[in-house]
């Protein structure tokens, strides 16, 4: 147990110089990408995070009616398309055909779906990835499900020690981790479902490697508990300079931003500070 995101990231100067110095290890997660500059959860914003020196892009997966695991967040298709309906009510050549990125910006008019094999492939030896898998694509069934899919699409891709899993569904978490014990996947937690427990107890009941939260739900009670029992956690969705050097100061192992190429700018600046006090 005990798998923080910098731990599943590619070899990088920038935290090996940084670990030299004492400082601790952290990931930049570009949340759906560099979803400030580019249609979230598409190509486009995958290459820029890249581009942005993300250590790590944060995804979300569904399966289509023809059971592909494609790259999108919403169930509805409505906000970030030209489409109307459901995801999962379509095959994927049909979804293909809808404009995934107009309603950004026309210059990307014309953006589709990914698949997640695509995301993958673009990533691989380049970013890591922390899929997220939406709870309407979960069933009860342990076999045969979107959790079993995206464990094997990352074999077969060669990118096991680079990928996470989550998902705010319990019975995700644990669908992962009974195909694949060796998996690394976080919880994000959400009270509806672990109600006032605390992060190590929600971690041990589910046997997972790291917790996740917003960060207006981190707290100092929560944070001492973490760090007792040795839990990375890392914090979502945090775009502002101020409360991204707050959380950095606190000693979270992570951050997820629509702006990743904001967040390796603070983050170099509290490197450079770091050395100079030191």
């Known amino acids: 147990m005990a798998i923080p995101y910098h731990a599943l990231t590619y070899p990088d100067d920038r935290r090996t110089s940084r670990e030299a110095m004492g400082c601790p290890a952290f990931a930049v997660i570009a949340h759906r990408g560099a979803s400030a500059c580019c249609p979230e959860n598409t190509l486009s914003a995958f290459r820029a995070a890249i581009e942005m020196k993300a250590d790590m892009v944060e995804l979300d997966v569904q399966l289509t009616a023809d059971r592909e695991v494609v790259v999108f967040h919403d169930a509805k298709l409505s906000r970030l398309t030209d489409g109307r309906g459901m995801v999962a009510d379509y095959p994927f050549a049909r979804l293909r055909q809808l404009d995934a990125g107009v309603w950004f910006h026309k210059k990307y008019a014309g953006e589709r779906i990914p698949a997640l094999v695509e995301v993958l492939a673009l990533c691989k030896g380049r970013m890591a990835v922390n899929i997220e898998v939406k709870t309407e694509a979960v069933t009860d069934a342990v076999s045969g499900g979107i959790e079993e899919r995206c464990l094997k699409m990352v074999d077969q891709i060669g990118m096991k020690e680079h990928v996470v899993y989550s998902s705010f569904d319990p019975r995700a978490i644990l669908h992962f981790k009974q195909i694949d014990r060796e998996a690394p996947v976080a919880v994000l937690y959400e009270k509806k479902q672990h109600g006032s427990r605390l992060p190590s107890e929600i971690v041990l009941s589910l046997g997972v490697d790291a917790f996740n939260c917003s960060r207006r739900e981190l707290n100092g009670t929560w944070l001492a508990d973490l760090k007792r029992h040795g839990i990375p956690v890392h914090?979502?969705?945090?775009?502002?300079?101020?409360?991204?050097?707050?959380?950095?100061?606190?000693?979270?192992?992570?951050?997820?931003?629509?702006?990743?190429?904001?967040?390796?700018?603070?983050?170099?600046?509290?490197?450079?500070?770091?050395?100079?006090?030191?």
Not at 241 to 267: A, H, Q, S, Y
């Open 235 to 278: 914090i979502y969705t945090v775009n502002d300079e101020k409360n991204m050097r707050r959380l950095l100061e606190m000693g979270v192992d992570g951050i997820f931003t629509n702006r990743p190429d904001v967040l390796r700018n603070v983050c170099e600046e509290y490197k450079g500070r770091t050395r100079d006090e030191g």
